[in-house]
């Protein structure tokens, strides 16, 4: 037996379009694996499968938002006509906002509410949303794979990110409260696990990070004081436990909440 091949399972990438969910369809789609990309912006969507495809996938785009049962459903719709099947979920989509974050210069006090539930709603909703809908497929055949993407941030809240930190928490409780949901309920091939990522620089929080010239910020320097390994991490560091996390190799692993990140969480400080 091969417990590293997914060949012809089908993986949902939600937020599949970004720096980290690109990284993660290129690589499952070399174990073999079909791949659609789900973003609510149709023509990144499109280009990301595109690329995917050039490289000898065949892989699919799906436009939806992950907070919007209606649009989920129809992708469902489109993915089962053409592959089948669903058979790995991965909850990518997510994010943060300059609202829902206290700036140096802010307390508590000046909070924007409104960005708070919106940053609650995409992280958490955004990931039990579309499992709702993709899961019950996997219900129905009693086999699948649900894999969410925690954070440092549920670990350990991060100083100033309030709503993000709070929503990647749940996440953290969601992933072992389903996890023992499905197995009680329809059996132990369906699978539900978390990978919490470190500090990798993506399009969102480049500036926080980095300069323009490519030197740290204060605060990306504070990180890497706090990382063991001394770097930030890069997309292909996900590779090796995603695809354990999804393929065969895992079969008798659920609940649980997988650390990617240098040796951060595992650090005191002193």
Known sequence: MKLFDLSGKTVIITGGSGILGTRMGTFLQSAGANIVILDRNAEMAKKTADQLNVLGG???????????????IKAQEQILARYGSIDILINAAGGNMPGATVRPDQTFFDIELDALR????????????????????MAKNKAGVILNISSMAAIRPITRVVGYSAAKASIDNFTQWLAVEMA?????HIRVNAIAPGFFITEQNRELLTNKDGSYTERGNLVIQHTPMNRFGEPDDLDGTILWLCSDAAKFVTGIVVPIDGGFSSFAGV
Do not use: W
């Open 58 to 72: 065949n892989a699919m785009a799906a436009v939806s938002d992950v907070l919007i049962p209606e649009d989920l």
């Open 118 to 137: 919106k940053v609650y709603d995409l992280n958490f909703f955004g990931t039990v949303v579309p499992t709702k809908i993709f899961a019950e497929t």
């Open 184 to 188: 009680n309920k329809f059996g132990q």
